[in-house]
């Protein structure tokens, strides 16, 4: 799991180039809404970081659909992204086949399965890579972005995707496994995570999707409970949480920032840090780096990534078995 962490910024400009061979239909194009179709640490989460990075760009409603049901809203004129790796996501097939039913343009991005059999009605989007499907979320991504661009739904994102492998590449030496402690914030966060359940905050709209992404990498990588939270809704009601529970000094709160974040959003973190502190067993603040937005998310998803792997590490757990998904499997196919 490692190789592919430090490889993220590879994989992202290999997408790039075969994205290039992937053409929309003119027909398809400047569709009423999206509706992505995934679920789990891959392709749902990937569908939660475009929509949070394209927030102020996309000029139609991008909705995720991780269930079993199609919106009743879905139409001819709705584009839908059926995403899955594996091609065999139960809830994403049985979306997939209601979305085609109903007539809806639909594109199966997938790396084999049901989801990849020559359908007329369906236009492939094939994924290439072969890990794990949380490990594939920079190819994904980048499939994402392309579809919406053809559609002209957002402008051509090449400038801050070759800004983000940039930026990948300068920043992965500080965290990979042979650099240190001492120089290594990603090792240092784990140690402080370490006997603590943590708790993950960001911010709508800038970091509350990686929010997620780092509650989900804990729980796939480093085998332990993680939650996640996002301001402003924190303070409007689950921050009366932390008055008296007598469990507050068990979390470990990770505040995930932006550099570009507006005066109001710092202001609700500087007050979050100040009433935590004193409450919760650590608080810890890191922030985005990059000159681009798409550049400043994928910084923190690399470094979530690595916390989680180091996490567990230091549990002498191998962070890339998921044994429980496969028992889950196993039951729910009986």
């Known amino acids: 799991m490692l190789t592919h962490i430090f490889d993220l910024p590879d994989q992202i400009d290999q997408a790039r180039a075969r994205a290039a061979t992937f053409n929309l239909p003119d027909e398809w194009k400047k569709p009423a809404n999206v509706l992505l179709i995934g679920t789990g640490g891959g392709s749902g989460t990937a569908g939660e970081l475009a929509r949070a990075c394209l927030h102020d760009q ?11 049901d199609l919106p009743a809203w879905a139409n001819p004129h709705t584009l839908v992204i059926a995403a899955s790796h594996s ?10 086949h209601q979305a085609r039913a109903r007539g809806c343009r639909v594109i199966a991005l997938t790396g084999g399965g049901t989801l990849a059999q020559d359908r007329g009605d369906v236009l492939p989007y094939p994924l290439q890579g072969r890990q794990m499907p949380r490990a594939l979320i920079g190819e994904i991504l980048v499939a994402i972005f392309h579809i919406l661009h053809q559609a002209e739904l957002i402008p051509d994102p090449a400038r801050e995707w070759v800004d983000t492998i940039t930026t990948l590449r300068a920043i992965r030496d500080l965290w990979t496994v042979i650099t240190p402690t001492e120089q290594n914030r990603a090792k240092q966060i784990a140690r402080l995570l370490q006997n603590h359940t943590p708790l993950i905050i960001g911010a709508t709209p800038d970091t509350d999707a990686i929010a997620l992404r780092w509650k989900r990498q804990f729980g796939e ?7 996640w939270s996002a301001l402003p809704p924190l303070h409007h009601d689950e921050i009366v949480g932390w008055q008296a529970d007598p469990l507050q000094r068990q979390f470990a709160v990770v505040l995930l920032r932006n550099p570009n974040e ?23 603040e890191e922030w985005a780096t990059g000159a681009t937005r798409l550049a400043q998310m994928f910084s923190l998803v690399l470094l979530g990534d690595y916390v989680s792997c180091y996490l567990a590490l230091a549990r002498d757990l191998d962070p890339t078995p998921v044994a429980l998904i496969d028992e889950l499997k196993r039951v729910m196919g009986q």
């Open 87 to 96: 091609g065999t996501t139960e809830e994403t097939l049985s979306t997939f």
């Open 58 to 68: 996309l000029a139609v409603p991008f909705v995720i659909a991780s269930g079993y």
């Open 221 to 227: 990588n480093a085998k332990v409970l993680a939650f």
């Open 262 to 284: 507006s005066p109001a959003i710092k202001k609700r973190f500087d007050a979050t840090r100040a009433l935590l502190t004193p409450r919760a067993g650590v608080v810890i």
